[in-house]
């Protein structure tokens, strides 16, 4: 059983900052990739980054490239995502995923694992 935990949502001012984080634990012997989605009040989730086993690969949507930063603790198995100068199109729900791959490169696995998600809002 993977179970993965995110933590550091909350409520902030636009221009503000946040850093989410995601503990990974559980089964989960191989290498996987780690990546954060977000899903705003009737919207579908999308993808906003994602970061290699390797963690020399990063990716981004375009609108949060230059002001988010994904990045891992492999020894702590644990996921972070620090969001600067937010935006109030940038309130959803924020999850996090993992997924296994035998790619140290890749940052487009099969999500097979979910946190929960935890909620972001930012007040203009």
């Known amino acids: 059983q993977v179970q993965l935990v995110e933590s550091g949502g909350g409520l902030v001012q636009a221009g503000g900052s946040l850093r989410l984080s995601c503990a990974v634990s559980?089964?989960?012997?191989?290498?996987?990739?780690m990546g954060w989605f977000r899903q705003a009040p009737g919207k579908e989730r999308t993808f906003v980054a994602a970061i290699s086993w390797s963690a020399g690969t990063t990716d981004y949507t375009d609108s949060v490239r230059g002001r988010f930063t994904i990045f891992r603790d492999n020894a702590k198995n644990t996921g972070f995502l620090q969001m600067n100068s937010l935006k109030p199109e940038d309130t959803a729900v924020y999850y996090c995923a993992a997924g296994p791959t035998a790619i140290a490169t890749t940052t487009r696995p099969r999500w097979n694992y979910w946190g929960q998600g935890t909620q972001v809002t930012v007040s203009s």
């Open positions: 559980g089964d989960i012997f191989r290498s996987y990739a």
